[in-house]
């Protein structure tokens, strides 16, 4: 019974309800060899929690669909049901969206009774990080988020589909074409603070190959 309500409190969106560590798949063809290792990363993790963590927590980085909310949840769901631990899921933007609408005068609910559950988790799965646009705003947020979960010693697990790079990447040439052209970063994203204390609080596991979802879990009727 302990362990249905902290997995009901924890908040993991239906669509990633059967995430585990056991169904993650990192061996079908053409799987590249990270995925393995982030696997093993991730059971070795869960397993080392708290002693050999030591309140340092995950960032997994890759494209879009190699599976990087799937292990987060799956870290997630095995420490709340191995060791009872109060765990939280929370879509970054989904979070920034939620602290916005509290500014309107007629909602009730405040900004820091938004906070406080991603502040106090134990172990806080924080999703898609950098996915929203980056303003002034949303990086004082960020920061907010990071620093104060950094102070308090607790245990974040980080998704983003961006590089762990500084802004501007390797990418910046001296043109201005590949400038406009490459790809975004970590960095540009939350800026290089946020980026250098993510350093300090989260183990990179860089995550490679294909969406996953187009190539291997493709939507059926029947």
């Not at 790079?165 to 540009?188: H, I």
């Amino acid at each position: 019974m302990r362990v249905s309500r902290l997995l009901q409190r924890a908040s993991i969106p239906k669509r990633y309800e059967h995430c585990t560590l056991e169904s993650y798949e990192a061996s079908f063809p053409g799987a590249d060899r990270s995925l393995g290792g982030a696997h093993l990363m991730a059971r070795r993790f869960a397993d080392g929690y708290p002693a050999t963590t030591a309140g340092r927590g995950l960032l997994l980085t890759g494209s879009i669909g190699v599976g990087k909310t799937h292990l987060a949840v799956g870290i997630l769901q095995a420490l709340i049901v191995e060791k009872s631990v109060h765990g939280l899921f929370c879509d970054y933007r989904e979070l920034l969206k939620e602290i916005q609408h509290s500014y309107n005068p007629q909602v009730a609910t405040t900004e820091m009774e938004i906070l406080r559950p991603v502040f106090d988790a134990e172990v806080l799965v924080l999703d898609e990080l950098g996915a929203a646009k980056p303003t002034d705003w949303v990086w004082d947020t960020v920061a907010l988020v990071l620093n104060t979960r950094y102070n308090d010693k607790r245990t974040t697990i980080i998704t983003t589909n961006y590089a762990d790079l500084p802004p501007g990447g390797t990418g910046n040439g001296s043109n201005g074409v590949s400038r406009a052209v490459r790809e975004e970063t970590l960095g540009d994203r939350i800026g290089e603070r946020m980026r250098s204390r993510l350093a300090e609080m989260c183990v990179v596991v860089e995550m490679r190959g294909e969406d996953f979802r187009r190539n291997v879990a493709r939507a059926r009727f029947g």
